[in-house]
């Protein structure tokens, strides 16, 4: 029996001047650096559709019942790998890959507005900004409106904010593939011990509460 937490990492095919999108490239990168013995990774490639998003991401999650789900884009404004805090659930307008957006402009039909990531991001930046990999790291609380911050939304709501959600730069803007698969691999470990921290706090106050 196979003990081993599980942690679904996604990547974004190409779409509009991204030919090749760094996001999957990276992904592919941690693919061959693994996250450690004690969990199992599982990479997939999402396509930039709505509704693709929208059948894949429920299946990924009641399949696989992953410990943390992180989803990786592209964009071509950052100059560092950029963790994003939170999701919106409005204002999607622009048409994906097969020319369509979603008539109500929405993830989640009267979700929030927006769902945080129960992963404090600023405390993992802090943490892998001060190591020395040569990768720099920032926050972000606007994943974009694109389908980005649709994946991201949809699978915060799905996974009970156990998600985080990376924005790369384009390959060779400032670091390579093996960089940005090196940056993927520190941040998402570092994202498992704070979801895990997390986890033993919650468990503790369910006592302390039971207890009185």
Known sequence: MDTRKTVIVTGFEPFGEHKVNASWTAVQELEKLGLGEDIHLLVKEIPVEYKAVSKLLPSL????????????GVSGMATSVTLEQCGHNHGYNRLDNCDFCPNSQCCI???????????????????????SMGVAFSVSQDAGRYLCDYTYYT?????NRRCAFVHVPPLGKRHSAEDLGRALQAAILEMVQRLEDHMDHNQDQDRCQRGH
């Open 61 to 72: 999650w009641k399949q696989y019942q992953p410990e943390l789900v992180v989803h990786v």
């Open 109 to 131: 039909d009267q979700g929030p507005d927006c769902i945080m990531s129960v992963i404090d991001m600023e405390a993992v930046c802090e943490k892998v900004n001060s190591s």
């Open 155 to 159: 699978s915060l709501y799905l996974g």
